[in-house]
């Protein structure tokens, strides 16, 4: 059974930072050759904040690009997201995916919560 675990959430000052952790169970992390980090605001749509793939290529949205870093740790089975000069616009919960980019079959971790105050 697959699970996916975040940490790192909580409330922190307009331009501090954050670092969010997803732990991998059930399978190998470098089993996948999609993985990201996603986010959703009370009343918008998830939205894909960061991507990485098994060769290790990365992909932002335009709104964090230079301030977040998405990385991996395949030994640990770890997913990770430094995220820098958090700005109250970043206030969502944070969510861990994984999956294959030819499927539909992915999972999903809890969410963390991160608010950013002004």
């Known amino acids: 059974q697959v699970q996916l675990v975040e940490s790192g959430g909580g409330l922190v000052q307009a331009g501090g930072s954050l670092r969010l952790s997803c732990v991998v169970s059930g399978i190998r992390l470098n089993s996948f050759n999609a993985m990201g980090w996603y986010r959703q605001a009370p009343g918008k749509q998830r939205e894909l904040v960061a991507g990485?793939?098994?060769?290790?290529?990365?992909n932002y949205a335009d709104s964090v690009k230079g301030r977040f870093t998405i990385s991996r740790d395949n030994a640990k089975n770890m997913l990770y997201l430094q995220m820098n000069s958090l700005k109250p616009e970043d206030t969502a919960v944070y969510y861990c995916?994984?999956?294959?980019?030819?499927?539909?079959?992915?999972?999903w971790g809890q969410g963390t919560q991160v608010t950013v105050s002004s």
């Open positions: 995916n994984v999956g294959w980019s030819a499927s539909n079959v992915d999972y």
């Open positions: 990485i793939s098994n060769w290790g290529s990365t």
